[in-house]
């Protein structure tokens, strides 16, 4: 489905270590504390942003393994401001893998708590391939001298134009994340990896999201008072909010459904609160 917008504004965590969390996202990344108390953390891309990640704190370990989110990809203006980020992450010593996926270039590392963060910048959507419907997106390594021969200063925090790119998940269940994301948000499967994986995006982007079984198709749902992802919130037009209000009515996860928000379970137990513009 085409919409004329779909943007995702914000994801929340719940964090079990303060102090590595602030160490890991503000002393490394750089990202900027906008707003917190002894409850939570508000991180913007920049100062006077508004934040995009909350991290809800004295959360518990996880008991038992749960479906979640595989990783959040931030998305790079460009090759240039992730090559200063990748020099400063290998300087650190923060262990880093990367992946040449055709239409992006990508770095993946983890947090301290072990959650998922992708780092990465998308190459030019005219070179894009599809064929029925379906990108071509592969998995090469990543020239990594190439990449840092690009960088252009060092990394004194994240540039203008940053956003969340995507969110990939770890579900239990492939037919019923299916049924979520191209059933009721009326996505195109555009990568069909089943039955291990599955792509999903508006727009035409190589992706908004994807749902894998990869290491959690045996897990419980989301226990979300346990460490991990809480909510995340999109933004959309009013056009396609409109559709998504009605079609939310036959969803067995609605929570709630007013005039300019809805919120619904998603797949894997967290909280997806839609909002228009």
């Known amino acids: 489905m085409e919409t004329t917008r779909y943007d995702i504004q914000h994801l929340t965590m719940r964090v079990v270590d303060e102090e590595r969390t602030r160490v890991f996202y503000e002393k490394v990344l750089g990202l900027v504390d906008v707003s917190s108390d002894d409850k939570h953390i508000g991180y913007a891309f920049r100062k006077g942003?508004?934040?995009?990640?909350?991290?809800?704190?004295?959360?518990?370990?996880?008991?038992?393994?749960?479906?979640?989110?595989?990783?959040?990809?931030?998305?790079?203006?460009?090759?240039?401001?992730?090559?200063?980020?990748?020099?400063?992450?290998?300087?650190?010593?923060?262990?880093?893998?990367?992946?040449?996926?055709?239409?992006?270039?990508?770095?993946?590392?983890?947090?301290?708590e072990g959650n998922g963060i992708e780092l990465y910048h998308?190459?030019?959507?005219?070179?894009?391939?599809?064929?029925?419907?379906?990108?071509?997106?592969?998995?090469?390594?990543?020239?990594?001298?190439?990449?840092?021969?690009?960088?252009?200063?060092?990394?004194?925090?994240?540039?203008?134009?940053?956003?969340?790119?995507?969110?990939?998940?770890?579900?239990?269940?492939?037919?019923?994340?299916?049924?979520?994301?191209?059933?009721?948000?009326?996505?195109?499967?555009?990568?069909?990896?089943?039955?291990?994986?599955?792509f999903y995006s508006n727009n035409h982007y190589h992706h908004h999201h994807a749902v894998n079984l990869w290491q959690s198709q045996h897990s419980e749902l989301r226990h979300l008072n346990e460490a991990g992802i809480f909510s995340w919130q999109v933004i959309v037009d009013k056009k396609y909010f409109s559709l998504l209000a009605t079609r939310s009515n036959n969803m067995p996860g609605l929570r709630e459904n007013t005039n300019d928000q809805i919120n619904i379970i998603d797949p894997m137990g967290s909280l997806l609160t839609i909002i228009h513009d």
């Not at 790079?76 to 992450?89: D, I, M, Q, V, W």
């Not at 020239?143 to 956003?163: C, I, N, Q, R, Y």
């Open 49 to 112: 942003e508004a934040p995009f990640l909350t991290m809800l704190l004295n959360g518990k370990a996880q008991s038992v393994a749960q479906t979640g989110l595989y990783h959040v990809a931030l998305l790079f203006p460009n090759a240039a401001e992730l090559a200063s980020l990748l020099y400063r992450l290998l300087t650190l010593q923060i262990p880093v893998g990367a992946g040449d996926h055709t239409v992006s270039e990508a770095l993946y590392i983890n947090d301290f």
């Open 122 to 198: 998308d190459r030019d959507p005219k070179g894009w391939q599809w064929t029925d419907g379906q990108v071509t997106m592969g998995t090469s390594e990543v020239d990594a001298d190439a990449l840092l021969s690009k960088k252009e200063h060092e990394w004194t925090g994240f540039p203008v134009g940053m956003k969340i790119g995507h969110l990939h998940f770890m579900g239990n269940n492939l037919d019923v994340a299916d049924h979520f994301f191209l059933d009721f948000l009326q996505m195109d499967l555009v990568t069909d990896m089943r039955p291990s994986a599955s």
